[in-house]
């Protein structure tokens, strides 16, 4: 499926946030992946097909793992944080997503 056959609405909702951590860039560093924070209900394509809509490389293949929210408490009171998904994003050879920051002042 391409990104012609998803609302582009819907592909700008599928991405939440990139994941930064020492996994994440260990990943990106010896397999050429990225780590993406998804919606709960994104698809394998759904999320391929935004990947390659918004940041203009193209994706080889895409794992998921959902991701159990952790047990928190304050006091004598528990909660509980939400269930997330996380998607693994396998870019094909030689493609690079770059989150640079810009620095101000």
């Not at 390659?52 to 952790?70: H, I, T, Y």
Request: overall charge positive; hydrophobic content about 40%.
């Amino acid at each position: 499926m391409s990104a012609q056959s998803f609302s582009q609405e819907r592909l700008m909702k599928v991405l939440i946030a990139p994941q930064i951590s020492e996994k994440a860039t260990y990943v990106a560093d010896k397999y050429e992946q990225v780590v993406f924070k998804v919606s709960t209900d994104a698809t394998k394509p759904e999320i391929k097909a935004a990947v390659e809509f918004m940041f203009k490389v193209k994706v080889d293949s895409v794992q998921l793992a959902n991701v159990k929210g952790k047990v928190k408490r304050s006091g004598r009171f528990t909660g509980r944080r939400n269930n997330w998904k996380k998607a693994y994003v396998c870019l094909a050879s030689g493609q690079e997503i770059n989150f640079a920051v810009s620095e101000q002042g």
